[in-house]
């Protein structure tokens, strides 16, 4: 469990000087925007494009992605139900819900979970991947058609060669399949660029924080408890019955699918949100709770499946 803690350590102390910098007013006013904007277009796709052009296309296509896919799948679409019957709010912001359900953080917990935990740091590959080639096109496609007031042919279409995030996701995959090697001229820089993503989001997470305090009363509040209950607990529960009754996995198998399950929500929801100013304090919440909530989920699923 030191790999759990550790990395729940490393976002903490991240967030914490985020906040302290906000609180301290050590930068200007719209420093906010600009990391934020800094993150979206320049240091995230970095970061993707690299992650996802040096993986392995096996490592994408196995039992324990079809159970993530299940447990991703059923939990949204709870989490869509609800929100439109229920809490009747707009296609963004439900958008943005749904994100906070069922998006894991795979980069800044998953890595540490999946090196330290289970021991086998490619299992959280597929996870990485299907966020960023099929659930984050999905979320910043609504967000982006909704945020225009309007829906058109020509905007969906034209969306992946929009966005920065989405094509930085495609271009990796696509070095991935073809098995090509990027050149160190190219890929050295992108890795530099990369490695300030994660900082950048954090930072700008934190800084969120000052002035604000999370379920607050307010149209949101509900909405956080219920996208935080279906990340903490339905989504690690739909991931062991479909890893375990419909896949047939067992053992380390199965333990690793409920782990990356039990993930808190991914502060790239958070970036998505402010980025297109759409649902931000769901998702900035949610994010939060989940992240606390995390620890003992994760520890609970190790007592009970780890061998």
Same mark, same amino acid.
């Given at each position: 469990?030191?790999? $759990?803690? /550790? +990395?729940?350590?490393?976002?903490?102390?991240?967030?914490? %000087? !985020?906040?302290? #910098? *906000?609180?301290?007013?050590?930068?200007?006013?719209?420093?906010?925007?600009?990391?934020?904007?800094?993150?979206?277009?320049?240091?995230?796709?970095?970061?993707?494009?690299?992650?996802?052009?040096?993986?392995?296309?096996?490592?994408?296509?196995?039992?324990?992605?079809?159970?993530?896919?299940?447990?991703?799948?059923?939990?949204?679409?709870?989490?869509?139900?609800?929100?439109?019957?229920?809490?009747?709010?707009?296609?963004?912001?439900?958008? $943005?819900? /749904? +994100?906070?359900?069922?998006?894991?953080?795979?980069?800044? %917990? !998953?890595?540490? #979970? *999946?090196?330290?935990?289970?021991?086998?740091?490619?299992?959280?590959?597929?996870?990485?991947?299907?966020?960023?080639?099929?659930?984050?096109?999905?979320?910043?496609?609504?967000?982006?058609?909704?945020?225009?007031?309007?829906?058109?042919?020509?905007?969906?279409?034209?969306?992946?060669?929009?966005?920065?995030?989405?094509?930085?996701?495609?271009?990796?995959?696509?070095?991935?399949?073809?098995?090509?090697?990027?050149?160190?001229?190219?890929?050295?820089?992108?890795?530099?660029?990369?490695?300030?993503?994660?900082?950048?989001?954090?930072?700008?997470?934190?800084?969120?924080?000052?002035?604000?305090?999370?379920?607050?009363?307010?149209?949101?509040?509900?909405?956080?408890?219920?996208?935080?209950?279906?990340?903490?607990?339905?989504?690690?529960?739909?991931?062991?019955?479909?890893?375990?009754?419909?896949?047939?996995?067992?053992?380390?198998?199965?333990?690793?699918?409920?782990?990356?399950?039990?993930?808190?929500?991914?502060?790239?929801?958070?970036?998505?949100?402010?980025?297109?100013?759409?649902?931000?304090?769901?998702?900035?919440?949610?994010?939060?709770?989940?992240?606390?909530?995390?620890?003992?989920?994760?520890?609970?699923?190790?007592?009970?499946?780890?061998?």
């Amino acid at each position: 469990m030191l790999g $759990v803690l /550790t +990395g729940f350590g490393i976002i903490g102390i991240v967030i914490a %000087i !985020g906040y302290g #910098v *906000a609180r301290l007013r050590v930068l200007p006013d719209n420093a906010l925007p600009v990391l934020n904007r800094l993150a979206f277009f320049v240091s995230t796709p970095a970061l993707l494009f690299t992650v996802v052009s040096r993986s392995h296309p096996s490592e994408v296509f196995s039992p324990a992605l079809l159970a993530s896919v299940i447990a991703v799948v059923v939990t949204g679409a709870l989490y869509v139900v609800v929100s439109v019957v229920f809490f009747r709010r707009g296609v963004g912001v439900t958008a $943005v819900g /749904t +994100g906070a359900s069922a998006y894991v953080n795979a980069n800044n %917990i !998953g890595l540490p #979970v *999946a090196t330290y935990v289970l021991g086998q740091p490619s299992l959280v590959v597929p996870i990485i991947l299907l966020q960023l080639v099929v659930m984050a096109p999905i979320i910043l496609t609504v967000l982006d058609i909704t945020s225009r007031g309007e829906v058109s042919l020509r905007s969906v279409l034209t969306q992946p060669v929009r966005n920065p995030i989405i094509i930085a996701s495609l271009s990796g995959l696509v070095v991935s399949l073809f098995g090509w090697t990027v050149p160190d001229i190219l890929l050295q820089p992108l890795l530099l660029i990369g490695g300030s993503a994660v900082p950048l989001v954090l930072l700008g997470f934190g800084m969120s924080l000052v002035g604000r305090r999370p379920l607050q009363p307010g149209p949101d509040r509900v909405a956080v408890i219920v996208a935080s209950a279906f990340k903490s607990l339905v989504m690690p529960i739909v991931a062991y019955l479909a890893g375990a009754l419909l896949i047939g996995l067992s053992g380390p198998d199965l333990f690793a699918v409920v782990a990356l399950a039990s993930l808190p929500t991914a502060q790239n929801i958070y970036n998505y949100a402010a980025r297109y100013q759409t649902g931000v304090v769901l998702a900035r919440d949610t994010v939060l709770v989940t992240t606390i909530a995390a620890v003992p989920v994760l520890l609970l699923a190790s007592v009970l499946l780890a061998h």
